[in-house]
């Protein structure tokens, strides 16, 4: 090959055997399409084993040999040897007469997997009159992970090939393709490699796609429409299409005595990205008449690799050709069914102190929990199980890694199911909020309070509602945020749900600080922190609000204090050991910023750090970020800016850990009123244009307008 990259340790592994060892015996294992051809080329023309070996190096394909004897007459053609009755013989005869020769036998599959066993012992038996001669270097390529018996392997311990880095596949797509690199198919040419598992075949066939002017993003919906169908060029053979090349091995599979069993193995490893797990493994032996067998042959045929965790894992290409072509068994079906809808329920439900230990035990199968829910919903019809199932993995989702796929997937399917529809399209506005999507939200919020309306609960129109206050704030919408506040509040007391009306307060309060009215929301703030201190000996249903249901991206410790909005289905609540402490912290934190405005500053520090003293008690993140970043601006206002340095820098970290776009506009504007005390001018502008873009980018265009009124301040200055 012209162009072959991310093999150097394996070549050259390869060539210091062949030049330092006379009569090495080598074998290049792996799946189909994994580079094992292009490897053997590599080396039979590398100068160094020209240098050592001379002319006497041999490559013979045994691809379309039939059996030993059609494999013989190859091998003898290939030495231009006359024909014999006993062509085997005659070429180890010829062998036997050069001082140094190297062999390499590709393509042995099909010999040493066939159906016929005698033929697979004649095949082992050749391999062993060949491997017998002194001088001879005897290199083999098949499909497998183990090479073939009776043989001591020269390098036993590396004959099995992986997939190649993201780095080299990147490198052979663009070198082939001969087109420059283009910053903005980057990305995309990625995450289409990623998704093939960057294994050689697809990344060559699909760089001659991508020559035929189909650029990577194009290539890339196509991956999400058909998979590894469209990855092929003009041809049917092996080297031709990914799809002809993972069916022979499948073929090989199917040939042997447990073959049917490794088959409907490897459908359920289809169906999981992260590969089957011990536990699970299992969990499902009863399923099987000897699981570990057909275990045994799938690794056999490097259908699957072992992973770090002793999972089964099989390359992406490979599983999703499998899940469209070869389905699970019904039984095998059902029995993945329930094992996965019971780690689902295992987890944790609320954020509470049981969240760490809860979360460990979907934590593992989260990748596999998704894939799975989502070919469950493709084609079972809407039940409470399966609703219970995504709720819970979403559930966990929305703490750790944020996601709307399985619910916007699942919404798609509830057009005749209001009753599940409303709580899909609430949880998917939530997720929403939390990722500062808040014009995305109230859409959804509008849709959800309006079934709810249809199905007569009212308590859920009002949690509607209180979020729709924290969109509209955002999106500096301050009237109709405050009418949609005073509503959900109003509900919320007529079902003698206290801590929701008191976050209600709290929520107005936000909202005046929007408004600049410093002292009304002062009253709210005191107000909800009275009620939250007034409520915390019941250990009521505090929930944080939105803006604090924050994705927690340290450690589980940290995790485990944060909280999300209150979902209280049916009326019931869901109740935590820490809300109402959280409740009155974060009204301290915000009548601490108060007093900054109205230059109290003794009262300011009071408020902000005992407010953080709870947040860092509770380890809520944002809660300690946000007082960071108050204590920076009056740090600033106190010309003490070594301090406003120290405070600001934990604030951008624990900002950027958890991923809040608002709270690091903040902090760039108060770094901005830093860097224009301390007379760099230029950094303060960049800091409030940073501020700017992230404000205009989530809405919030009173406080762009801010920023950009200190722009131009700046620059004026």
């Known amino acids: 090959p012209m162009f072959f990259y991310g093999r150097d340790g394996s070549v050259n592994i390869i060539v210091e055997l062949i030049c330092t060892s006379t009569g090495a015996r080598i074998a290049i294992m792996g799946s189909g399409g994994i580079g094992k051809t292009s490897l053997s080329l590599i080396v039979i023309y590398d100068e160094r084993v020209v240098g050592v070996v001379g002319d006497s190096r041999y490559f013979v394909s045994v691809e379309g040999a039939s059996d030993v004897g059609a494999a013989a007459q190859l091998l003898a053609g290939q030495l231009g040897l006359p024909e014999s009755s006993d062509p085997l013989s005659a070429a180890i005869s010829y062998l036997e007469t050069i001082p140094r020769a190297l062999l390499i036998v590709d393509n042995l599959e099909t010999l040493l997997f066939s159906k016929n066993a005698a033929a697979q012992k004649e095949t082992e038996r050749m391999l062993q009159r060949l491997a017998g001669i002194p001088t001879l270097t005897l290199v083999i390529t098949s499909r497998g992970a183990v090479p073939p018996r009776g043989i001591r392997w020269s390098n036993a311990p590396s004959a099995g090939l992986e997939t190649i880095s ?109 590969g089957l797990r011990p536990a699970v493994f299992d969990k499902l032996d009863g399923h099987f008449d000897d699981i570990h067998k057909a275990r045994d042959l799938l690794f056999k045929f490097a259908l699957v690799s072992i992973g770090p965790e002793d999972e089964l894992k099989m390359l992406s290409p490979v599983r999703h050709f499998v899940s469209k072509h070869h389905p699970m068994a019904m039984n095998h079906a059902a029995a993945l069914r329930k094992i996965y809808f019971d780690i689902a329920a295992s987890g944790p439900r609320d954020m509470d102190e049981n969240f760490s230990r809860l979360a460990q035990n979907v934590a593992p ?316 001018l230029q950094d303060a502008t960049e800091n409030f244009s940073i501020a700017e873009e992230i404000y205009t980018a989530i809405g919030n265009q009173r406080a762009a307008t801010f920023c950009r009124e200190w722009i131009a301040m700046l620059r004026d200055s």
């Open 365 to 680: 199968e989260y990748g596999n929990l998704t894939s799975f829910l989502l070919h469950l919903i493709s084609i079972e019809e809407p039940s409470q199980e399966l609703f219970d199932a995504i709720d819970a993995v979403s559930e966990y989702a929305y703490w750790t890694v944020p996601s709307t796929t399985l619910h916007e997937a699942f919404r798609q399917r509830l057009d005749a199911h209001p009753v599940w529809l409303a709580p899909c399209l609430q949880d998917i506005a939530r997720t929403q909020i939390s990722q500062d999507e808040y014009a995305l939200a109230v859409v959804n919020l509008h849709a959800a309070r309006k079934l709810y309306a249809t199905l007569g609960d009212k308590f859920q129109e009002a949690v509607c509602g209180r979020w729709l206050g924290q969109c509209l704030r955002m999106q500096d919408s301050l009237e109709a945020a405050e009418r949609e506040v005073l509503a959900a509040k109003d509900t919320f007391i007529e079902f003698g749900h206290e801590i929701s009306a008191a976050q209600c307060a709290q929520d107005l309060g936000l909202i005046c600080i929007s408004s600049n009215d410093r002292a009304q929301a002062k009253i709210h703030f005191t107000s909800a922190r009275d009620d939250f201190k007034r409520c915390g000996h019941r250990l009521g249903a505090a929930q944080c609000s939105q803006k604090n249901a924050r994705r927690p991206c340290a450690s589980a410790k940290l995790a485990s204090a944060l909280l999300r909005p209150e979902r209280a289905r049916g009326f019931t609540p869901s109740y935590t050991r820490c809300g109402h402490r959280l409740g009155a912290a974060q009204c301290s934190q915000h009548l601490g910023a108060i007093q900054i405005a109205l230059g109290n500053f003794s009262e300011a520090d009071a408020e902000l750090r005992s407010a953080l003293a709870e947040f860092e008690a509770l380890a809520v993140l944002y809660g300690m970020a946000h007082c960071a970043v108050n204590l920076g601006d009056l740090r600033v206002r106190q010309n003490d800016y070594d301090s406003a340095e120290k405070h600001l820098a934990t604030a951008r970290e624990l900002l950027t850990r958890i991923g809040d776009r608002d709270g690091l506009a903040l902090y760039h504007g108060n770094l901005g009123k830093l860097r224009h005390a301390q007379g760099r």
């Open 166 to 274: 993201l780095a080299a596949a990147r490198e052979t797509f663009e070198q082939i393709s001969g087109q420059p690199e283009l910053a903005s198919e980057r990305n995309a040419l990625d995450t289409l490699l990623a998704n093939v598992d960057c294994m050689p075949l697809a990344v060559t066939l699909l760089v001659q796609l991508a020559q035929l002017k189909n650029p990577p993003s194009q290539l890339l919906q196509r991956w999400h429409r058909t998979k590894t169908g469209f990855i092929r060029s003009d041809g049917d053979d092996r080297e031709s299409s990914v799809d002809v090349s993972i069916q022979i091995s499948l073929d090989l599979l199917e040939g042997t005595r447990n073959g049917t069993e490794g088959q409907q193995l490897l459908s359920i490893c289809a169906h999981l990205p992260d």
